[in-house]
């Protein structure tokens, strides 16, 4: 069977087809690397703690008793919400630049 002539790459679709193969190796490994680490973000000053799992699974949530308010539960709702929205946003800024070490800066969607 004949090989394909692709035109600007030399005919070296092999050497081509290895190094996407080890691109897809390398991304999967950081993939699962990023998925297992811890990212922590933290709003209201600290009263709020939270830490994500880069595979984007909460992991825990720390409060500081001053920010129990039982006549303000809306405002400790919010806290929490943003510091795991700022930790998930940690995660994936990560998980992008660490991406784009492997690709070469090719938008790949992640």
């Known amino acids: 069977m004949a090989r394909p002539n692709f035109p600007g790459m030399g005919g070296n679709v092999q050497q081509l087809m290895k190094q996407a193969?080890?691109?897809?190796?390398?991304?999967a490994r950081l993939q699962e690397e990023i998925g297992n680490r811890e990212f922590t973000a933290s709003s209201g000053g600290?009263?709020?703690?939270?830490?994500?799992?880069?595979?984007?699974?909460?992991?825990e949530i720390e409060l500081k008793p001053e920010c129990v308010d039982p006549d303000?539960?809306?405002?400790l709702q919010d806290l929490i919400i943003s510091a795991v929205n700022e930790a998930l946003r940690i995660a994936d800024e990560t998980m992008t630049a660490e991406m784009g070490k492997i690709t070469g800066g090719m938008n790949l969607g992640f």
Do not use: F, P, S
């Not at 303000?72 to 405002?75: H, L």
């Open 21 to 27: 193969q080890r691109m897809q190796e390398d991304m």
């Open 46 to 59: 600290g009263a709020v703690t939270a830490t994500v799992y880069g595979r984007k699974e909460l992991k």
């Open 72 to 75: 303000d539960i809306e405002m």
